[in-house]
């Protein structure tokens, strides 16, 4: 999509503070950060939410690229939370799928990390 902002920070033509990157997914931190840790992991296609007809092989490389940002930034040894806000009740903010990853501080049952999204 020509005008979505993560279609062109996940193809480089926009640059972001990358964490990780392969031929089907790129993560990278988020501008707002709501945690220690707050990186996207969004496919390189452009999908709209988790249930835009995703493919199975798509998902299998986004929960690959959360694992790999997990160790990167070494929230797999403490834990962290993944989130996919999908549609206008959720907050989603922007319509191209994306896993926010949080972690690097005990994350609360409320309040905005939980949505994934400052209020
Ligand atoms: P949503 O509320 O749609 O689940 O989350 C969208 C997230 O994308 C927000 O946390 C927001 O801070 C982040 N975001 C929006 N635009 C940009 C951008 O241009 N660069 C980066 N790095 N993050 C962005
Ligand atoms: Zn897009």
Redesign the pocket.
Known sequence: MSDC??CK?ANHE?E??YVYEDDQVTA?????P?APV?V?VVPKRHYANLVDGVPAETLAALVHGVDEVAKATGVDKTGFRV???TGDD??????HL?L?VLGGRKLTDEGPEG????E
């Open positions: 902002i993560f920070i926009i972001s503070d990278f931190r988020d501008m707002n709501l707050h996207l989130i996919a806000n959720a907050g989603q903010t922007v319509h994306h926010h949505a994934g999204h400052a």
